[in-house]
């Protein structure tokens, strides 16, 4: 295959195929950042200001990850308008990045077109509600977390600002317009006609302070694990081809994200016909959260317009940890940030990084990549190479990967 | 004449510039009637390797192989623009000093690694660059007018106003008042003052403005923080930029 990095996928990376042997490697040529290194020695009330930047796919959940890392370290027990309010710019983020990976990365394989745009002649009307979607979750960003991409009006133990009931009546009267869209985007999705394709794999997804597993081929066998052990429970691996680490779930090559939170929730409308074995139904996946999200959006916002909405920010406990695990369900799956501050706070920036740890989705992802993009050679009979260097381009789609999460 | 050849290309960095571009939504159909898009990665599939009349590149290059890409895109390209601080400053990743690196790149994947990046430098380390696009990340408003001037065959301004002057004008309190440090009155306006409406700081991501009176704000900052704390604030978007402007 050549050198070309894949295209309409979130950041830099292409395929090696071995013929003979039937191996598929993942290289990934992304840049390090090192987030875990230039986070030391900035002050915690930066750390949700510069972690939103590892990924302008997914600000958000890098946001919420580490606002509750450093709430865990300096014991901040948040109220309930800042749950749901947080809640709320979650399923904004999901919508936003499944939205723009749906229609502008990965439908074009399937509809045979080239980009996104082109959608706009081969079906204006999906286009229309594609741009709907987009438009009313960069809303809830931008109403709630202050602008579409990387927040403004979050801090430590609540919010800088909240949003009015106006300006959130407002926002719930477009999501009911949307839902329609939410509806078609998804009845555009459950149409297609997924290559085949089946792997033995564990979807991995938060609940609570949980990590659930189930195995693909079962998903009613479900395995529990502690969110605090997250370094236990996903071992990285460093591969020289690749400047992201591998990870596994012990020891087994696990898929995260939206395939993997309906097999863990179960909470989608059994008239979908799910395959949790073939990782290209993550695409079907993200079309039903999409829909998901949206309504769970709506009602939250029912919920803050019937409460007392309580703007108070929640100061530091008198003892406090001082480090601290934030996780989140961000769009392509479970986000772990984790945080150690010193323990002399200057009076006027407070608490400094001494250390941090991340381990994004991707990074979770990229195994079971190769797992599956092997399986599909031993699997797909009667193809000529191209074809199968196209399937496994659109594999790779279909995972949704954020290179630049991955490597950070 | 044909129709206006433009490449879109990222170097590292969190694609969230590019993000702001696909939010252009409508606009960006219209943009694609008036211009020829022949090389967009994460847009789409069929690419080619230019000549372009413009190309953008968003990141900052920080592998080898994006440096050589982007002093290629030089010679292919009659103007080059810088999208987003990874690009026009260094950005988040320019936190980072290059003395610091290697020390993280040990920690973070162990003794064997080799790495792949240098030091995370804005675009115009090594080549001439045309126009910036400023911002973590670009403002809508501000990237539509820079493009509208560039498709009419006019050279783009920078804004001649500061951050401070957008703040004033959006009545937001202001930050210095209550001893807080912020850059406003030295960074170049454009962005609406979109953070300090928002309750954050302004760390300075559209870049110092000409003329700018950095030594005198220092001197109000020193009245309530410390040297260390002033340098901090600044390093968080401009810890690359003195050296190469």
Not at chain 1, 8 to 26: A, F, M, R, S, Y
Not at chain 1, 205 to 227: T, Y
Not at chain 2, 153 to 161: A, H, I, Q, T
Request: aromatic share 6%; net charge positive; hydrophobic share 35%.
């Amino acid at each position: 295959m050549n050198n070309e990095f894949i295209a309409k996928i979130e950041g830099h990376g292409n395929l090696t195929i071995d013929w003979k042997k039937n191996q598929v490697k993942l290289n990934i040529h992304e840049g390090e950042r090192l987030f875990e290194g230039l986070l030391v020695g900035r002050t915690a009330e930066e750390m949700h200001w510069i972690t939103p930047r590892i990924c302008g796919v997914c600000p958000i959940a890098h946001n919420l990850a580490s606002l509750a890392a450093l709430e865990d370290a300096l014991g901040i027990k948040i109220n309930n308008t800042t749950v749901l309010l947080r809640n709320l710019m979650q399923c904004g983020q999901m919508i936003q990045s499944h939205v723009l990976h749906l229609f502008f990365l990965s439908l074009p394989d399937y509809l045979g077109i080239d980009r996104g745009t082109e959608l706009f002649k081969k079906n204006p009307k999906a286009f229309k509600s594609a741009l709907a979607l987009k438009e009313v979750s960069d809303e809830i960003a931008e109403i709630i977390a202050g602008r579409s991409v990387h927040p403004t009006r979050t801090r430590i133990g609540g919010f800088h600002k909240i949003p009015t009931k106006i300006s959130l009546k407002k926002l719930l009267d477009k999501l009911e317009e949307t839902e329609k869209d939410a509806k078609k985007a998804l009845e555009l999705v459950s149409k297609i006609n997924f290559p085949e394709l089946k792997v033995k794999l564990q979807l991995a997804a938060q609940n609570d302070d949980k990590i659930i597993a189930v195995s693909s081929n079962n998903i009613e066998g479900r395995k529990e694990s502690l969110i605090r052990d997250y370094k236990e429970v996903i071992e990285e691996e460093v591969r020289d081809y690749s400047t992201a680490k591998f990870g596994k779930y012990k020891g087994e090559e696990m898929l995260v994200g939206s395939l993997a939170r309906l097999a863990v929730y179960k909470n989608y409308d059994e008239k979908y016909k799910i395959d949790f074995e073939n990782p290209f139904y993550n695409n079907l996946a993200q079309a039903i959260e999409i829909l998901i999200y949206h309504q769970k959006a709506q009602k939250i916002i029912k919920e803050l317009l019937d409460s007392e909405m309580d703007k108070k920010v929640i100061e530091p406990s008198k003892n406090v940890s001082l480090r601290g695990i934030g996780a989140t369900e961000a769009p392509r799956g479970g986000l772990y940030h984790e945080i150690v501050l010193n323990n002399n706070p200057s009076a006027s920036s407070g608490q400094v990084i001494t250390e941090a740890n991340i381990i994004t989705p991707t990074v979770q992802n990229l195994t079971s990549i190769e797992k599956s993009a092997q399986n599909l050679l031993e699997q797909t009979k009667n193809h000529s190479k191209k074809e199968l260097e196209r399937l496994l381009v659109m594999l790779v789609r279909a995972y949704d990967p954020c290179i630049t999460c991955s490597v950070h | 004449m044909g129709k206006i050849k433009i490449g879109i290309y990222d170097f590292t960095d969190c694609e969230g510039c590019q993000v702001k571009l696909v939010a252009l939504k409508e606009k960006l159909l219209v943009l694609e009637k008036r211009v020829d898009i022949i090389n967009w990665r994460l847009g789409q599939d069929n690419n080619s390797s230019g000549p372009f009349d413009i190309s953008i590149i968003e990141g900052t290059p920080i592998t080898k192989n994006e440096i050589d890409l982007l002093k290629e895109l030089r010679e292919k390209s009659k103007i080059l623009i810088g999208l987003g601080s990874c690009a026009t400053l260094g950005g988040i990743p320019g936190i980072m000093d290059k003395s610091e690196r290697e020390k993280w790149y040990k920690k973070i994947y162990g003794e064997n690694y080799k790495p792949r990046g240098i030091d995370a430098l804005p675009l115009s380390a090594y080549v001439k660059i045309d126009f910036l696009i400023h911002g973590c990340p670009i403002d809508e408003n501000e990237l539509i007018r820079i493009i509208e001037d560039l498709l009419a065959g006019k050279k783009p301004k920078y804004r001649g106003y500061s951050v401070c002057f957008e703040c004033k004008q959006a009545n937001n309190p202001c930050l210095l008042l209550e001893g807080k440090p912020c850059l406003g009155p030295i960074i170049q306006g454009g962005c609406g003052a979109i953070c300090i409406k928002g309750g954050s700081s302004c760390y300075g991501c559209f870049g110092l403005r000409k003329g700018a009176e950095v030594k005198n704000l220092i001197k109000v900052l020193e009245k309530n923080l410390s040297k260390e704390e002033i340098e901090r604030h600044f390093s968080m978007f401009l810890n690359k930029v003195n050296k190469y402007e």
